[in-house]
């Protein structure tokens, strides 16, 4: 198992439901393929340059373990997401 983390910044037109909802998917796909770690919830942040027309985004980083294929599929998962307007998946053991 590799230790990765993933970053993604979520849509600040988002109620706190919708929100709330965005981030148990994300955990959920984790657990299911691997060791769910911590989630830290940055909140709303100024981005460094507009994203689909937006200044702000809601920040979002959570840690897990996984094999070195699910990372491919995490991906793939987070760019169907709406809520989702960027992300971005760091190997935490690479060097």
């Known amino acids: 198992m590799t230790n990765y983390e993933v970053m993604f910044i979520l849509d600040p037109t988002l109620s706190e439901e919708e929100k709330k909802a965005a981030i148990e998917k994300v955990q959920g796909v984790i657990s299911e393929h691997g060791e769910l770690g911590d989630t830290d919830v940055w909140g709303l942040r100024k981005l460094a340059y507009p994203i689909q027309k937006k200044n702000e985004g809601y920040y979002v980083v959570t840690e897990f373990k996984a094999d070195t294929e699910f990372p491919k599929e ?19 053991d690479a060097k």
């Open 74 to 92: 995490l991906d793939r998962r987070i760019k169907i997401s709406d809520k989702i307007i960027r992300h971005m998946i760091v190997n935490k």
